[in-house]
């Protein structure tokens, strides 16, 4: 199996930071990745996919990037409305698998 | 607009059987490959499997702790997808979410809550 690891597993950041948060692949995975974002008490949404793409509705704020093994989600300034987890995906192969999650506060 | 609701969830003893199901809207399930994964309690998300297209075949895939047990179907007249789950043990306890698969999870239900009891 696609070993999927997030860091940080929490970050508290400031509305209008910059954050970063990276996934890496156990093995290379091309471009299939997502990331989800989700928040208590509901299922996850969709935010990035083939690593850059944009899902339809997300807010340009949110990016992704990487290749093979390492990716990251940045989000270029923290609005209130993003704390949430977040969650990295591949679907190069089966079975597909997540990363652990990354929990996002607003200080 | 597509909207996928989950239905079916409960409390099961150990050894029990329970039939999720995932009635669409906004496009047709056989036309699209679906997916299962679920989450347990304060835990990460863990792929159950999934059925492809009857355009693609129509297969289905499972996760190895899941295969033998849980079973993915389909039935078009009323445009849901099923997912039968037998043997169920205490650590298959978790939300199901029903999702639409293009290779990254597009579309999630509001999830199932599955609990299984000892």
């Known amino acids: 199996d696609i070993q999927m690891t997030q860091s940080p597993s929490t970050l508290s950041a400031s509305v209008g930071d910059r954050v970063t948060i990276t996934c890496r692949a156990s093995?290379?995975?091309?471009?299939?990745l997502a990331w989800y974002q989700q928040k208590p008490g509901k299922a996850p949404t969709l935010l990035i996919y083939?690593?850059?793409s944009l899902d339809s509705g997300v807010p340009s704020r949110f990016s992704g990037s990487g290749s093979g093994t390492e990716f990251t989600l940045t989000i270029s300034s923290l609005q209130p409305d993003d704390s949430a987890t977040y969650f990295c995906?591949?679907?190069?192969?089966?079975?597909?698998?997540f990363g652990q999650g990354t929990r996002l506060e607003i200080k | 607009e597509v909207k996928l609701v989950e239905s079916g969830g409960g409390l099961v003893k150990r050894g029990g059987s329970l039939r999720l199901s995932c009635e669409a809207s906004?496009?047709?399930?056989?036309?699209?490959?679906m997916s299962w994964v679920r989450q347990s309690p304060g835990k990460g998300l863990e792929w159950v499997g999934q059925?492809?297209?009857?355009?693609?075949?129509?297969?289905?895939d499972y996760a190895a702790p899941v295969k033998g047990r849980f079973s993915i179907s389909r039935d078009a007249s009323k445009n849901t997808l099923f997912l039968q789950m037998n043997n169920l043990k205490t650590e298959d306890t978790a939300v199901y979410y029903c999702?639409?698969?293009?290779?990254?999870?597009?579309?999630w239900g509001q999830g199932a809550l599955v609990t299984v009891s000892s």
């Open positions: 906004g496009f047709t399930v056989r036309d699209a490959w």
């Open positions: 093995q290379s995975i091309l471009r299939w």
């Open positions: 995906q591949q679907y190069n192969g089966y079975p597909i698998t």
């Open positions: 059925i492809k297209s009857t355009a693609d075949s129509g297969t289905t």
């Open positions: 999702t639409k698969t293009s290779g990254s999870f597009d579309y």
């Open positions: 083939m690593a850059s």
